[in-house]
């Protein structure tokens, strides 16, 4: 009897010392901040458009077709036009998982030095738990999975149920994932019994039905969200893909991999006589796969980072859930040297980063509609009392021009030029502009990203804009940095003409003459990967494939390829390379342009098929 209220006593002590010692946590590692100021710059601009669509009330997938759904802005925390209360709601809720997991782990981990060594984890990576993003929810999501086989809370259900629904409307590619998962999720657990077949059934009605209600509420077209999105994930690797600068992270994340791929297969025995532990291992087989491409497909320093943050996290998840004794031994052994391979592999700078941002005091703005950028995109007045009240779509990328001159905005689906990667994305962008809801003015802006050919972003969109609108005036903003041109719809469509003129197939990495002509020529190119190309695809980046073009005026200049766009087709014969030039192409069709004289494709042909098959199409404007 005095041993069991010994064991009481001290069961208390540790469950109110595991809660202190999270809840310090949490206010340590939580974002000090609610809400985001706007700014300017191809990021803030999205997220500015994501509100302004949602003021709007645009369809989502139909007038809309982005990264981000109609919640977008519960992860970009930017309440503008939308409710501060369902930002604040979901920093909350992003909070509290936090704190449970954190909090669980302590209650479950056995001694002080165990302890120790999760709480220097946290330190180092735990703001990673309260990220508004969707890998954060695709993490809390797993959590709950085997919290629920462990425990049989039916708290867990409910939360997979609101995580998977908040994912999808926040963001498609993991929220498509999760809602799979979820359907995965409960046939397995009925399967194992966790949940009878009638109860089961019971959450995916529920699930499902509460998908379709939020759809209607938020102006989600289901069918057309999911199409597009589609197309979208699977159009990034191709378009978005940027080269690992620091070599040495991809070794080490290699090497992170392999240790753990050697301390699966040193237990695969036991995990295989172990259905739980079977799951487990399939769902982090899952999340490490996505962060890895979110990590390594655009491998900058705000991408980089994720991998190495979230890898301690799922170490200790494993050891909390894993029934495989022997696997928990390797990864209590493991989880240190880990650690500490992740922390020295994120960008220099970013602990202590992390450290002052963490030791930062609350901050709530309310500013929102000032700009905290040194570039303000304001339009002379001329042009804004041109425009009006009429509709606008800003063609490019610097959206915050709509926003902060107060201009009503009708985009294209696709509504930052360079995220219009695909033939069927570009062919949505393209039929705005020849449809009845076609915007009443067109701000065309001149930029590039990553070494693209700067006018061969969306060039079937120029086509239909040369065909339905009319050069009206240009604006020279910032000291000549962002010239732009204005267009007004016509309103009666001018005739195109096209002709085929050439269709074959030619070499990789050797010259090709183009055919003369004073009329523009249009060019596809039908560019396939060798299979060894697809598996490098799929695990890590596509291969680059590059072209080179020669000019009559004795100049060359070279570019990255987006090898979707070329599938839809791009203007070959003209030499569009600087502001200037684009407005000469606006006005003459090309005629006054310089003429491309020959290019060569160039890539690594173990990975490219070295024979591309082309077209080439005469275009006449009447």
């Known amino acids: 009897m005095l041993n069991h209220i010994r064991f009481l006593k001290s069961n208390r002590y540790k469950t109110i010392d595991s809660f202190i010692l999270s809840f310090l946590l949490t206010l340590y590692l939580i974002p000090k901040f609610i809400f985001i100021e ?17 003021k709007e009330q645009l369809v989502w997938g139909t007038d809309i077709a982005f990264t981000f759904g109609p919640l977008g802005y519960l992860s970009t925390q930017n309440p503008i036009y939308v409710s501060d209360f369902y930002i604040v709601l979901f920093y909350f809720f992003i909070a509290i998982n936090g704190f449970f997991f954190i909090y669980y782990v302590f209650r479950q981990l056995k001694n002080t030095w165990q302890k120790f060594v999760a709480f220097i984890v946290f330190v180092f990576v735990g703001n990673t738990l309260f990220f508004a993003d969707t890998t954060t929810l695709y993490f809390y999501f797993i959590f709950h999975v085997f919290y629920f086989i462990r425990h049989k809370h039916l708290i867990s259900i409910y939360n997979l149920s609101i995580i998977s629904l908040l994912a999808f409307f926040i963001k498609i590619n993991i929220g498509l994932l999760l809602n799979i998962l979820f359907i995965i999720t409960l046939l397995y657990l009925t399967y194992q019994e966790r949940l009878t077949l009638r109860k089961g059934f019971i959450h995916f009605i529920l699930h499902f039905a509460a998908l379709y209600l939020i759809s209607i509420s938020l102006n989600v077209d289901i069918p057309d969200y999911i199409v597009s999105s589609l197309e979208i994930i699977n159009g990034y690797n191709d378009a978005m893909a940027y080269a690992v600068q620091n070599l040495h992270t991809l070794y080490l994340i290699t090497f992170i991999l392999l240790v753990s791929f050697i301390l699966f297969i040193a237990s695969f025995k036991t995990i295989l006589g172990d259905k739980n532990d079977l799951f487990l291992s399939f769902n982090i087989c899952s999340f490490i796969y996505i962060i890895f491409k979110q990590s390594f497909v655009r491998a900058d320093v705000a991408h980089i980072n994720f991998i190495f943050l979230f890898i301690p996290l799922i170490f200790i998840m494993g050891y909390l859930f894993y029934n495989s004794k022997r696997l928990t031994i390797l990864i209590s052994k493991a989880i240190i040297p880990i650690s500490f391979l992740c922390i020295i592999s994120m960008t220099p700078g970013t602990n202590k980063s992390n450290f002052d941002y963490n030791m930062s005091k609350f901050k709530i703005s309310r500013d929102f509609f000032k700009s ?12 804004v009392n041109e425009i009006g009240e009429n509709s606008t779509d800003l063609l490019g990328y610097e959206t915050s021009y709509i926003f902060y001159n107060k201009l009503k905005f009708n985009p294209r689906p696709v509504f930052q030029s360079y995220a219009a990667y695909t033939p069927e994305l570009i062919e949505l962008n393209s039929q705005k502009y020849k449809s009845i809801t076609a915007p009443d003015y067109v701000i065309y802006e001149f930029n590039r990203i990553d070494s693209r050919h700067p006018f061969w972003d969306e060039p079937r969109t120029y086509l239909e804009l040369i065909r339905n609108y009319k050069c009206l005036d240009t604006v020279m903003v910032n000291n ?22 050439l269709d074959t197939i030619f070499d990789l990495n050797h010259k090709f003459k183009i055919p003369k002509s004073s009329n523009l020529i249009f060019m596809t190119l039908d560019i396939q990967y060798t299979a060894l190309g697809k598996i490098k695809r799929f695990l890590f980046q596509p291969t680059p494939v590059g ?46 342009n310089i003429t491309t004289t020959s290019f060569r494709l160039t890539g690594n042909e173990t990975y490219v098929n070295s024979k591309v098959r082309m077209k080439l199409f005469e275009i006449t404007l009447n």
Request: charged share 20%; glycine share 6%.
């Open 547 to 592: 072209i080179n073009l020669e000019y009559n005026d004795g100049k060359k200049s070279s570019h990255r390829l987006v090898v979707p766009i070329m599938k839809s087709g791009v203007p070959i014969n003209k030499k569009v390379l600087n502001y200037e030039d684009a407005l000469s192409f606006f006005n003459s069709f090309g005629k006054e």
């Open 38 to 54: 706007t700014a300017t710059g191809i990021d803030p601009s999205w997220r500015l458009g994501l509100n302004m669509a949602s």
């Open 372 to 383: 905290t950028s040194s570039f303000q995109p304001i339009l002379p007045k001329r042009i």
């Open 480 to 501: 000549k940095i962002n010239n732009l041109i204005l267009f007004k719809n016509t309103a009666i469509p001018k005739e195109m003409q096209t002709n085929i003129m």
